[in-house]
């Protein structure tokens, strides 16, 4: 029963997490064309103007904090629920009874949100943690030096989850998902040799970021590529 409830909020809170870039995106009047929901997280298709760019950094951002605040929520509530619980059995609570399962899924929904949070910040393609690292160098080091920074991080990082997900299989809990090698080594191989220095006006919202892909608006005469 726990561990449907924790599908069904792992759902909800990547919906939420999706929902939150959208929220920040319509906050620039940029259109939200679709949301997908896969097994190993979700993508936020958004439309922009051409004419027009975009701030990625809030719209990155809004994601992970849509996270942070359903774990303090949950949290919350889990209090709450062990608070409740030990009043009326201050002795012993069994561990399939209904407060306790309350509780402990309280628990466990606010740890999901709190490692969604953490792990969409870390520094690597596909995640929000590479847009805006992308964004923070680009103004320093230049578009292309900061995607190759935020692709090397992301090899490195997905060294590190694979050896992290092989043990979690090992220990019997194989939930960690690695994150994903083609799209930094893309980045890397793009970007190591050539490549403009001064990208074009959308470059930055197309290929290096994935985790909220802009496509322009269709049938605008004004609009130019």
């Avoid at 064309?33 to 975009?54: C, D, Y």
């Avoid at 399962?101 to 490692?115: C, D, P, Q």
Wanted: proline share 7%; glycine share 10%; hydrophobic share 55%.
């Amino acid at each position: 029963m726990i561990a449907l409830a924790l599908a069904a909020i792992l759902f909800l809170s990547i919906l939420a997490h999706e929902l939150g870039h959208v929220v920040a995106a319509r906050a620039q009047q940029a259109r939200a064309k679709s949301i997908e929901i896969g097994i190993f997280g979700g993508l936020a298709n958004l439309e922009w103007g051409f004419h027009r760019g975009i701030a990625m950094r809030p719209v990155a951002l809004a994601g992970p904090a849509v996270n942070l605040g359903l774990a303090g929520a949950f949290f919350a509530l889990y209090w709450l629920a062990a608070s409740y619980g030990a009043a009326e059995a201050p002795q012993s609570v069994v561990p399939f009874e209904a407060p306790a399962m309350l509780s402990r899924t309280l628990l466990l929904a606010s740890i999901l949100n709190l490692g969604l949070a953490l792990l969409n910040l870390l520094p690597a393609f596909p995640l929000d943690g590479g847009t805006i690292a992308q964004d923070l160098l680009g103004g320093r080091v230049g578009h292309r030096r900061a995607t190759l920074i935020v692709g090397v991080c992301g090899l490195v990082l997905t060294c590190v989850g694979v050896v992290l997900a092989l043990a979690m299989l090992l220990a019997g809990t194989p939930v960690f998902a690695p994150l994903s090698f083609r799209q930094n080594w893309r980045a890397i191989v793009e970007n190591w040799r050539g490549g403009p220095r001064q990208p074009p006006k959308t470059a930055a919202f197309a290929k290096p970021s994935k985790v909220v892909t802009f496509r322009p608006r269709s049938g605008n005469p004004e609009e130019k590529p």
